[in-house]
């Protein structure tokens, strides 16, 4: 079974960056958009961040322009680029397809804005 494997989360100074990871452990079809997902505590995950097979991108309005999702199909492989990040409460990234989710991963953790 696919496994989805997120990594990059961390400690960062305030108004810093950190890169997200996520690699799937089986080929994904290139055919499929993909999504970075925030979880903050006591709170639903929710979508900040989608890019399609075409690698048109969206935002969630908190985290746009400070952002940047962009994927890698050679090697199965989706970006979160974070910069300006705020500290507020720290939430847990997930990635998963757009579509058809796979089983989520254990996500990666990173003190973000609530």
């Known amino acids: 079974q696919v496994q989805l494997v997120e990594s990059g989360g961390g400690l960062v100074q305030p108004g810093g960056s950190l890169r997200l990871s996520c690699v799937a452990t089986e080929v994904i079809k290139s055919v499929n958009g993909w999504g970075w997902y925030r979880q903050a505590p006591g709170k639903q995950r929710e979508l900040v961040a989608s890019?399609?097979?075409?690698?048109?991108?969206n935002y969630a309005d908190s985290v746009k322009g400070r952002f940047t999702i962009s994927r890698d199909n050679a090697k199965n492989t989706v970006y979160l680029q974070m910069n300006s990040l705020k500290f507020k409460v720290t939430a847990i990234f997930y990635c998963?397809?757009?579509?058809?989710?796979?089983?989520w991963g254990q996500g990666t953790q990173v003190p973000v804005s609530s």
């Open positions: 890019i399609t097979p075409s690698e048109v991108t």
């Open positions: 998963n397809l757009l579509f058809s989710p796979l089983p």
